[in-house]
């Protein structure tokens, strides 16, 4: 793992930009991992703007979401489907066709959960999977002891996760109690990893998923065993960890990060 400090979440949040960009530049066909929350809401602005400005070509990509909301449909302004289209595919040249989502309304979740695995298996897996982080260390909805070898399924959502996401819903009564997730173990098989985490209310668990133990009880901590995955944060989420002086130095000198000292 390795772990990159920013000095704001503007910088933090210009690097995973401009990594995806890269990654979709070097190959076309690209499978993208989409995660959403509020930490990605810049990323995918400054991808719309990347794509206006610099002409960055989706039209060939297609990109797999982490995770959907049981019971609520497509329309609804508090799905996922419907934040990713309202964020990104709708400001990009992407096929709608080639975005992929759960669908929290099919009447076979089970199925549904196969089928979306199968649908990752048959596109050859994801070349680069963007994560955040909940409070209580999720990534996509794998909340605490969820399987570190797990595949995609129904989870439910933890209180804290139910509190986190009250205000996008107008009140925690009317947040879903489950929701679709990707696996930890499905996350663990993608070929490279990004994860970005801003601001200072995750700094106490972002050191855990980090530099803690790998437990199920903080999922992120699994991505201690991603072969390839990289952490983006900004100086405040990056105030508790202890190697910090060490992460600065990383991407100062090592030549991987050259190209992206000066733009970010
Ligand atoms: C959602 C997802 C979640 C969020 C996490 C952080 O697709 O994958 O794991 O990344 O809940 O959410 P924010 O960014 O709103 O703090």
Redesign the pocket.
Known sequence: MEVIIQKDTQAAARLVALMIEKQVRFNPYSILGL??????EIVYAMLADGHKAKGTDFSLVRTF???EYVGLPAENENS?RSYMNRRLFGKINIDIRNTFIPNGMAEDLHEECSRYERQIKHVGGIDMQL????QDG????NEPLSALRSITRVKALTPE?IQ?NGPLFGGFDLVPRRAITMGVGTILETTRCLMLVTGGSKANILRKAIEGPISSMVTASALQLHPHCTVICDEAAAADLEGGDYYRWIFMNEPEWEDYRNLC
């Open positions: 995660a959403t929350g509020r930490t990605m979401n982490l995770d996922y994560l955040g982080i909940g999720h990534i996509g909805f996760t986190q």
